[in-house]
């Protein structure tokens, strides 16, 4: 293996670096990086999909920690064109300070979602998350000027490490048990042994670490502030490519590394392993966003708890297993990335313009910009599941994978659980969009020049995707299980 | 060609985003009398198998999942898709007067009609909860935005009911779709469901979609939703909304669990008959006209429920041709009530109304409301008794006990009627303190024809009421020519819906 393969095989991370470092340079020495930066990582970022496309389909190095598959790299794309519909958010949050700084750790925590999502070796898979966390951590405390931010990054930062440190206790007892890091491996050493107590403790250690990143309850304690108090793209890519690789990843681990110890989490035979505790998770998720949920009069934090609702749901693909269970999981989880990327960027525009992003904020949207309240309707009924849109498809596939696993439809209860959440749902989904087109628009509230050009034309496409996913989902759909191997 | 049906109500609806405010209620006549002409034509054209539930278009969609873009068509289906033609016409025309956001509202208005043409054509399952599902968000605009009385929560009612049938609808069709391979409700119908599935995932499906019926007890969203609703969005609820429950679960819950449906289904007709004797009761007790309308279309309603209960070939025709006779009578009703009456003298208190002396100040609306309680009382001649006789036949084979208390609860249905006509329209200053009890309106009914000297006591208090407007005319008359049509001749309908019935596999 020389040096000169190597980099070719990870030439896309390597061109994000690039691009991180050539936006670092900019934010240094030229004044108008707010708008010379997202161009440059926009550009950096166009070229390292490029250079995914032109990887061959199948590499494998040094034991699992580079791994190219088609998956591997189907979802580098999906991760780095979320990043590029969260970068020109930046350009239209004109409080941050140091445009240059944050977009090249927005790149950098790119390079993590990379790494995480293109290995398939629990030490490769840490620095990963490690290096995402990070850059994650640094993104959500940006606006120093915001106690919110400073408080959204510090409660990020602490939630975030003790997760990490419990991940990696329980990367080291699967070590210990299994003499092994490689998830494949892994798998090999765990097949036919009985669930030991130790084993349960590694697994459930190494859950942990992902049920934060995915912000399943009752690990989802950071998600609200961070959400809420983040700069506005910071959320966005919280909520969109760290969550998405998070999946990736949780699914490879529990489907390929723990497979053996699947369990069962059927009503009438639950057997222990991890499908159980992730069920459980996936419940109480689906209960607790949803209901707290109801309660909230911030947008932003009204889309942190349904962020936890929707972790619930696209857990059940990963509890359902197998390809099908484990591509609905897949599909659920970009389209709502996209679907979340989208929101935000239409509360950047109005907390841009009113100030802030409480629901008053958004009253008489409809009369004020028919656009961004058209957008908001789409990027909401499909969270809410409603056809023609992609949530509605992501919830049939998915709903119908869990209900088609396990011996006699054992996850029906599971199922019910989901669509009674569904439903809770659509009731403050429909609040939201009550005050943007029934409400009428509060006397103060001036017209503003609406979003900029860069923040419309993502909003336009973002709809788009959600549109076009929901009417031929097959566009995703197929490469997704086309790509499980 | 009916599949255009679809394709011209959205497509309406898109140009209706795009070209300025003036050109709205135009554009949406044309659409909706576009969709009417091209089911009528398909009605009085001869090649058409509607025995059977026959494929007009498929395409595959999500190859990958089974899913397939697959329009059908029989008897049952080219009833429902004529009577939404109608109810979306009279709608547009009862509507004329909509200026404010007229754009959005007929946009919403329009997105309603096609997705149900979608519903009464799809023969794809998840196509037809697909298009099940896109109707209830433009009829929470409809209401929310445009309504009146107490507007944004009957709104939401509506919806949160419509969502709650949809999420068991949900269950139920993610069901069949695991257990029986297929989402082609042609192939479904032929497979054979295990007993045990269809004793729990029948009652899931036809309850979810019931709710969208007005199953007692999950009707209450229907009166507050219709009171809250405009002219048209009540109209299309009764007319269209109603209808879409009962035929998806005479399509796919019936259709698919034969089995789980002999099962349960005594327990829909007890269901049904509480539902017609309740809403007539609680109907009599109203104040607000629309409320005494939206309880009485849940009361026909449940005549559609009990018809589809009965489990034979005539009460389930007569089911199907309710569906068409109360989606024609209730737009009517619902257009007297809203557009002619509530428009005018902003109020709908039967009490203040009683003192206005309409007849003489609308004769125009009054012979409408006069030929629309006629109708909805079951009087021969128009389509309600058509369609109830039918169900009671029906009934008859298999609850002749259900037959007797329906039959005592017809005649609350025409007290009830008859009461608001009284009170409505022919009432003057002196009686306004009527009491409201069967007993009275019995009385009510000798009083009627009230004598010419009483009405002449106020006439400068109608001067004021601006006259009924052509399009108003246009609208009521079509509502009044299809329930005369079909009473008079019902033959028409029947010889449509009954080969297509029959071809169900309940039946069997």
Not at chain 1, 137 to 152: I, N
Not at chain 1, 268 to 285: D, N, Q, R, Y
Not at chain 1, 299 to 307: E, I, T
Not at chain 2, 258 to 275: C, D, E, K, N, Y
């Amino acid at each position: 293996m020389s040096y000169l393969e190597l980099l070719k095989l990870a030439a896309p991370e390597a061109i994000v670096v690039v691009a991180a470092l050539a936006v670092l340079t900019i934010g240094l020495t030229t004044a108008r990086a707010l708008v010379l930066g997202p161009i440059v990582a926009v550009l950096g970022v166009a070229l390292a999909i490029g250079a995914v496309v032109m990887l061959p389909s199948h590499a494998n190095l040094f034991g699992g920690m580079l791994v190219i598959s088609p998956l591997n790299s189907l979802f580098k794309i999906i991760c780095l064109a979320l990043a590029i519909a969260t970068v020109p958010l930046v350009s239209s949050e004109k409080a941050l300070r140091n445009p240059g700084e944050y977009i090249a750790v927005l790149l950098l925590g790119s390079v993590g979602l990379m790494l995480l999502v293109g290995s398939e070796e629990l030490l490769m898979i840490f620095i990963g998350l490690e290096l995402l966390g990070l850059s994650l951590y640094v993104l959500a405390a940006f606006d120093k000027a915001d106690v919110h931010s400073a408080e959204a990054g510090l409660k990020y930062f602490l939630f975030g490490s003790t997760a990490s440190a419990f991940t990696l206790f329980g990367i080291s007892l699967i070590y210990g048990m299994s003499g092994t890091t490689a998830l494949a491996a892994i798998g090999q050493k765990l097949a036919g042994a009985p669930v030991q107590p130790l084993l349960a403790v590694g697994i459930v250690m190494t859950l942990i670490g992902f049920a934060f990143k995915i912000a399943a309850a009752p690990f989802h304690l950071w998600a609200p502030d961070a959400y809420q108090g983040a700069p506005i793209p910071s959320a966005a890519f919280i909520a969109s490519g760290s969550k998405v690789a998070s999946f990736v990843v949780l699914g490879k681990i529990v489907l390929v590394g723990f497979g053996p110890v699947h369990g069962s989490a059927d009503w009438h035979a639950m057997i222990a392993g991890w499908s159980p505790v992730l069920a459980a998770l996936a419940a109480f998720s689906i209960l607790l966003g949803n209901f707290v949920a109801l309660a909230q009069t911030n947008v932003r934090r009204l889309l942190a708890y349904s962020a936890v609702a929707h972790g619930g749901y696209t857990l059940l693909g990963v509890v359902a297993g197998g390809r099908e269970g484990f591509s609905a999981t897949l599909f659920y989880t970009s389209t709502y990335a996209v679907t979340l990327v989208g929101a935000f960027a239409v509360v950047g525009s109005v907390r841009r313009e009113t100030g802030g992003d409480d629901l008053q904020n958004f009253s008489g949207l409809a009369a004020r910009s028919p656009f961004l309240a058209a957008c908001m309707a789409i990027f909401f009924l499909s969270l809410a599941g409603l056809p023609p849109l992609a949530g509605f498809f992501g919830k049939f596939y998915l709903f119908s994978a869990a209900f088609r696993a396990g011996a006699n439809h054992g996850l029906l209860w599971l199922v019910a659980v989901a669509l009674f959440g569904s439903f809770v749902s659509l009731y403050y989904y429909l609040i939201v969009l009550k005050v943007i087109f029934v409400d009428k628009k509060p006397e103060s509230a001036t017209a503003g020049n609406g979003p900029d050009f860069f923040s419309r034309i993502t909003v336009t496409l973002l709809a788009a995707v959600v549109l076009v996913l929901g009417i031929m989902p097959q566009t995703l759909a197929a490469k997704i299980i086309a790509s499980l191997p | 060609m009916i599949a255009w049906t679809i394709y011209i109500t959205f497509a309406g609806a898109i140009v209706l985003l795009v070209l300025p405010r003036v050109f709205a209620r135009w554009i949406a006549l044309v659409t909706a009398t576009a969709g009417f002409a091209v089911s009528l034509a398909t009605f009085f054209c001869d090649d058409v198998d509607l025995a059977h539930f026959t494929t007009i278009a498929r395409v595959p969609w999500i190859p990958a999942l089974g899913m397939n873009y697959h329009l059908a068509l029989d008897g049952i289906s080219l009833t429902l898709v004529l009577v939404t033609g109608i109810a979306a016409i009279s709608a547009v025309l009862f509507s004329w007067d909509v200026i404010d956001r007229a754009n959005e509202f007929f946009f919403w208005l329009l997105l309603v009609v096609g997705g149900s043409y979608g519903v009464f054509l799809s023969a794809d399952l998840f196509l037809l909860f697909l298009f099940y599902e896109l109707v209830i968000v433009p009829k929470y605009f409809l209401i929310a935005i445009f309504g009146s009385t107490n507007k944004e929560y009957g709104a939401m009612k509506l919806t949160l009911y419509s969502f709650f049938g949809g999420a068991l609808v949900f269950l139920g069709i993610i069901a069949v779709y695991v257990s029986g391979g297929s989402l082609d409700l042609n192939e479904l119908a032929q497979f054979q469901f295990a007993p045990q599935l269809q004793s729990w995932a029948f009652p899931v499906l036809f309850l979810g979609f019931a709710v969208l019926a007005g199953i007692w007890p999950l009707h209450t969203w229907a009166p507050t939703g219709h009171v809250a609703a405009p002219t048209a969005g009540s109209m299309l609820l009764a007319g269209i909304v109603m209808k879409l429950g009962a035929y998806a679960s005479l399509r796919v819950a019936m259709n698919l669990f034969p089995q789980g449906f002999q099962m349960w289904r005594t327990w829909i007709a007890v269901l049904a008959v509480i539902g017609i004797v309740y809403a007539a009761a609680v109907a009599l007790r109203q104040r607000d006209l629309k409320f005494v309308i939206g309880y009485s279309s849940v009361s026909h309603m449940g005549f559609v429920l009990l018809g589809l209960a009965t489990a034979n070939v005539f009460g389930v025709s007569g089911a199907v041709l309710q569906m068409f006779s109360h989606g024609v009578i209730g737009a009517l009703l619902f257009a007297v009530a809203g557009r002619m009456i509530y428009r005018r003298t902003h109020t709908r208190e039967l009490d203040a109304l009683a003192g206005m002396n309409l007849s003489r100040a609308l004769p125009f609306a009054a012979f409408t409301f006069v030929v629309a309680s006629a109708a909805s009382m079951g009087i021969p001649g128009f389509s309600g008794f058509a369609a109830e006789i039918t169900i009671l036949i029906g009934a008859w084979k298999s609850y002749p006990l259900a037959v007797w208390i329906t039959g005592a609860g017809m005649v609350l249905v025409a007290a009830f009627t008859l009461r608001a006509l009284k009170r409505t329209f022919f009432d003057v200053d002196g009686e306004s303190a009527a009491p409201s009890n069967a007993s009275a309106a019995r009385t009510d009914v000798k009083q009627m024809p009230a004598p010419p000297a009483q009405i002449t006591s106020s006439p400068e208090r109608s001067i004021h009421l601006e006259p009924i407007t052509i399009p108003e005319k246009l609208g009521a008359g079509l509502l009044m020519f299809a329930t005369l049509a079909v009473g008079l001749y019902p033959k028409f309908l029947l010889d449509r819906i009954q080969p297509a019935v029959e071809a169900m596999r309940f039946l069997k």
